[in-house]
């Protein structure tokens, strides 16, 4: 079987002298994992696009017992985002999120479409780096099943006035008279609601001041590891470097 796919490299594993395991995001797909033979040697063909955060077109073929890479064409290598290590750490935990979470042989365009965005977004700097873990982070855990209930208080049926609480374990909200939680205010609650709620070409298309943006981000993280149950070594060093 051969299949042509764009995809973006999500890992590179080095495997013996000269080749590597590579983990890539396809749109047909999903997740996969294939050898790419001889990809380290510099002459190679596929040497540059089968390097971390590539995205490129992919010629594979299976054999008796893995994926094989024989040809891979880069269409853009996000070479702005190695020349600064938040931007490249930040790109590294989005891959590592969608690697946990996307599906394996089964199509994952919407997946690979958020990261390209965000990423193209982080690698220009039109959009800060909190603005975009925040809406990366909860539109990938909304792909996956684990969509928040944010449409009115689960108490009492009520619209949240002011403040509300967000409940990491069940994943919805509260007013404050009954519940607690993660405590986020007006414009946070909207900012998640706009994320969940839009297709994707609309998700960026909406600002918050820069202190909002930082409470978004945090609360995002927390309902992406309440949910998913899974800690990250990626956001780990990401969140070393801030």
């Given at each position: 079987?051969?299949?042509?796919?764009?995809?973006?490299?999500?890992?590179?594993?080095?495997?013996?002298?000269?080749?590597?395991?590579?983990?890539?995001?396809?749109?047909?797909?999903?997740?996969?994992?294939?050898?790419?033979?001889?990809a380290?040697?510099?002459?190679?063909?596929?040497?540059?696009?089968?390097?971390?955060?590539c995205?490129?077109?992919?010629?594979?073929?299976?054999?008796?017992?893995?994926?094989?890479?024989?040809?891979?064409?880069?269409?853009?290598?996000?070479?702005?985002?190695?020349?600064?290590?938040?931007?490249?750490?930040?790109?590294?935990?989005?891959?590592?999120?969608?690697?946990?979470?996307?599906?394996?042989?089964?199509?994952?365009?919407d997946?690979?479409?958020?990261?390209?965005?965000?990423?193209?977004?982080?690698?220009?700097?039109?959009?800060?780096?909190?603005?975009?873990?925040?809406?990366?982070?909860?539109?990938?855990?909304?792909?996956?099943?684990?969509?928040?209930?944010?449409?009115?208080?689960?108490?009492?049926?009520?619209?949240?006035?002011?403040?509300?609480?967000?409940?990491?374990?069940?994943?919805?909200?509260?007013?404050?008279?009954?519940?607690?939680?993660?405590?986020?205010?007006?414009?946070?609650?909207?900012a998640?609601?706009?994320?969940?709620?839009?297709?994707?070409?609309?998700?960026?298309?909406?600002?918050?001041?820069?202190?909002?943006?930082?409470?978004?981000?945090?609360?995002?993280?927390?309902?992406?590891?309440?949910?998913?149950?899974?800690?990250f070594?990626?956001l780990?060093f990401?969140?070393?470097?801030?």
């Open positions: 079987m051969r299949m042509n796919t764009d995809a973006l490299v999500l890992k590179v594993t080095d495997t013996g002298e000269s080749d590597r395991l590579v983990t890539l995001l396809t749109s047909e797909f999903g997740v996969l994992r294939a050898f790419a033979n001889r380290k040697k510099i002459n190679s063909r596929m040497h540059g696009a089968t390097q971390s955060l995205y490129a077109d992919f010629s594979i073929y299976k054999s008796r017992d893995s994926y094989i890479i024989d040809d891979a064409s880069a269409k853009e290598v996000f070479f702005g985002l190695r020349e600064d290590i938040e931007k490249l750490a930040l790109a590294q935990y989005f891959c590592a999120v969608a690697a946990e979470l996307a599906p394996e042989m089964e199509p994952a365009r997946y690979l479409r958020v990261l390209l965005n965000s990423m193209h977004l982080l690698e220009t700097g039109r959009r800060t780096n909190n603005f975009l873990k925040g809406v990366t982070e909860l539109k990938i855990a909304a792909f996956s099943g684990f969509m928040p209930d944010l449409t009115v208080c689960r108490g009492c049926g009520c619209e949240p006035s002011g403040e509300a609480f967000l409940n990491l374990e069940d994943g919805c909200i509260y007013c404050k008279n009954c519940g607690g939680g993660e405590i986020i205010n007006a414009t946070v609650l909207a998640m609601r706009h994320v969940c709620a839009n297709p994707i070409e609309r998700i960026y298309s909406f600002s918050m001041p820069e202190r909002d943006e930082i409470r978004f981000a945090q609360v995002c993280e927390k309902f992406l590891l309440s949910q998913t149950r899974t800690r070594k990626a780990d990401y969140k070393s470097l801030v």
